[in-house]
C-alpha cells in the first residue's frame, strides 16, 4: 500500500508550475547556450570582430542596466516569500519596465549604425539581445499577469505562480549576466 501523505508532501514541496518553469529554464539555458557558443565561434572565426566599421560595443551603459536588472532579484525574492507580494512585484516591475525600456532605446539606436543582414556581427549580436529582449518582456508580462491575479486576494495557487514567476525571473537575470558580458567582450579585449 501506497502512503498517500508522503506523495502530497513530495507534490507539496514541488508542485507541477514549478517543475514546468526549471523545464523551460533548462530549454532555455541550452538555447543560450547554442547562441553563445556561435557568438565566439563566429568571433573567432572572423577577424576583426566586431567588423571594421562597425561601432565597438558599449560597455558603461549596458553594466549599468545589467547591475539595475540584478537588483530586482532582491524584491522578487521577497514577493516570493511574502504572504502580501503586491508591494514587491510593484517595484519589481517598475524597475524592470525601466530596465526594458532603456534597452529597447539601445537596442533601436544600435540599429541606426549596423544591422542583422550586414554581417555575421550584426546577426548574431541582434539574435542574442532580441533573444533576451524577449525573455524579458515575457517577465513584465508575467509580473503584469500575476498582478492582477493578486488584485482578487491571494491564494495557496496565487503564491505558488509567485514563487515559480520569481523562480524565471532569476533565470532571465542569469542569462542577462551572460548575453551582455558576451556581446561587450570584444570592448575588454582591446
Do not use: C
Not at 530549454?27 to 556561435?38: C, D, I, N, P, W
Request: charged share 15%.
Amino acid at each position: 500500500m501506497v502512503d498517500v501523505s508522503v506523495d502530497a508532501r513530495a507534490r507539496e514541496r514541488f508542485p507541477l508550475g514549478v517543475w514546468g518553469i526549471a523545464m523551460l529554464i533548462a530549454t532555455e539555458a541550452a538555447l543560450f547556450a547554442m547562441m553563445v557558443g556561435s557568438y565566439f565561434y563566429l568571433r573567432f572565426k572572423n577577424n576583426p570582430w566586431p567588423p571594421a566599421g562597425t561601432p565597438e560595443p558599449k560597455i558603461v551603459v549596458p553594466l549599468v542596466l545589467l547591475g539595475v536588472l540584478m537588483l530586482t532579484a532582491f524584491p522578487m525574492w521577497m514577493a516570493a516569500r511574502s504572504t502580501t507580494p503586491r508591494r514587491w512585484l510593484l517595484l519589481a516591475l517598475f524597475v524592470q519596465s525601466g530596465y526594458f525600456a532603456m534597452e529597447v532605446s539601445d537596442f533601436q539606436d544600435d540599429l541606426h549604425h549596423f544591422t542583422p543582414q550586414q554581417h555575421a556581427y550584426g546577426s548574431i549580436y541582434y539574435t542574442l539581445l532580441g533573444a533576451d529582449h524577449g525573455h524579458v518582456a515575457v517577465g513584465l508580462l508575467l509580473d503584469a499577469w500575476i498582478l492582477w491575479k493578486l488584485l482578487f486576494g491571494m491564494t495557496e495557487f496565487r503564491a505558488r505562480a509567485v514563487r515559480a514567476i520569481a523562480l524565471y525571473w532569476y533565470a532571465v537575470i542569469v542569462l542577462t549576466i551572460v548575453v551582455t558580458l558576451t556581446v561587450t567582450s570584444p570592448a575588454f579585449a582591446r
